[in-house]
């Protein structure tokens, strides 16, 4: 299989099923239900779907999905005398009353629950609307011990900009990105919304093909997250709040190695060696990869001409 053909098959084979879908779909049309009927929720705002889901940036196995759940002001709940975590025990206690047996865990900003059918966990977030300004909300923010502004449907209106300047190629490629992102030590890994903020900036008109567009993304990364990313809504703390110095320098030390890679794979593939691009590839994506390749004996530079030539060939595109 040739290198072009092999990319785009890893990229297919992350996104959702047809039944994944459905039974992701069926699953948050209940809950959404039934914190409807146990909390006092805005009238002209039903709990909605946020995160890499409603972005179309989700990748298999979907592990989480976030719902944005935003609350009437009471005066026993609201974000000028009631405390973060009084927002997030109430959704728990609706959670919990939904689903007997299941235990529902308040996070920084959310409150999660699980589902062992589906292996899918949603994150509720619960929210307020800003009294002066309908384009922004307020939710809870543990660490912070206060309240901050946000408003995800900026969010997903700028990932649809960013993917129409990059030709369509920005969320597949940034599936690509996240995939090997969970593939990395679990302490070592960076935030999801993180990567797709940054890729925004990174990947601004559509590659010439796939593997290029990976490169290019790794390389702007690499140089992108030793910055602060600002929330690109205008509103919130930094994407990459709490990110230690060790963090990044970790960080950039791995994308300048998958960057490193990819250009050697890019280089075996346009000199004719196949297999071993396919086994640079492998290496730093694993599966799903449709193709493990064979070890080289060549560098980053100065392929071997006695390795054996394959089906790519000189000059040809790929990716």
């Not at 026993?76 to 997030?88: F, T």
């Not at 490629?173 to 090997?180: C, D, M, P, R, S």
């Not at 602060?228 to 230690?244: K, R």
Request: with cysteine; proline share 7%; aromatic share 6%.
């Amino acid at each position: 299989m040739q290198v072009r053909q092999a990319v785009h098959d890893f990229i297919s084979a992350l996104e959702l099923t047809p039944a994944e879908r459905t039974a992701a779909s069926d699953q948050h049309k209940f809950l959404r239900d039934g914190l409807a009927s146990r909390l006092e929720i805005e009238p002209d705002l039903y709990p909605f779907l946020t995160g890499s889901y409603a972005r179309s940036t989700a990748i298999r196995p979907l592990k989480d999905i976030d719902l944005f759940c935003v609350l009437q002001r009471t005066p026993g709940l609201n974000p000028v005398s009631s405390k973060p975590m009084d927002a997030l025990a109430m959704v728990r206690r609706a959670l919990e009353d939904q689903y007997p047996g299941k235990t529902a865990d308040p996070q920084n900003r959310s409150v999660n629950i699980s589902f062992s059918e589906t292996g899918i966990a949603y994150d509720v977030v619960p929210a307020f609307l800003d009294q002066g300004n309908s384009e922004v909300f307020w939710i809870p923010d543990l660490q912070a011990k206060t309240w901050i502004r946000s408003n995800p449907r900026i969010h997903e209106r700028l990932s649809v900009d960013a993917n129409e300047a990059a030709g369509q190629e920005l969320k597949p490629l940034t599936k690509a990105v996240k995939h090997w992102n969970r593939r990395q030590p679990a302490g070592e890994r960076l935030r999801s919304f993180h990567i797709e903020v940054m890729i925004w900036a990174v990947l601004v008109a559509k590659p010439g093909n796939r593997l290029d567009g990976l490169i290019e993304i790794f390389e702007g990364l690499a140089s992108r997250v030793l910055r602060d990313t600002p929330d690109p809504a205008g509103l919130g703390p930094s994407i990459n709040q709490g990110m230690t110095d060790a963090a990044r320098t970790t960080a950039v030390t791995r994308l300048q190695r998958a960057a490193s890679t990819l250009r050697e794979a890019r280089e075996l593939a346009q000199a004719g060696h196949t297999e071993q691009a396919h086994y640079l590839l492998y290496g730093v994506f694993g599966d799903p990869y449709p193709e493990k390749g064979k070890q080289g004996r060549s560098g980053v530079t100065g392929v071997s001409a006695s390795l054996p030539s394959a089906p790519d060939g000189h000059g040809s595109r790929f990716g």
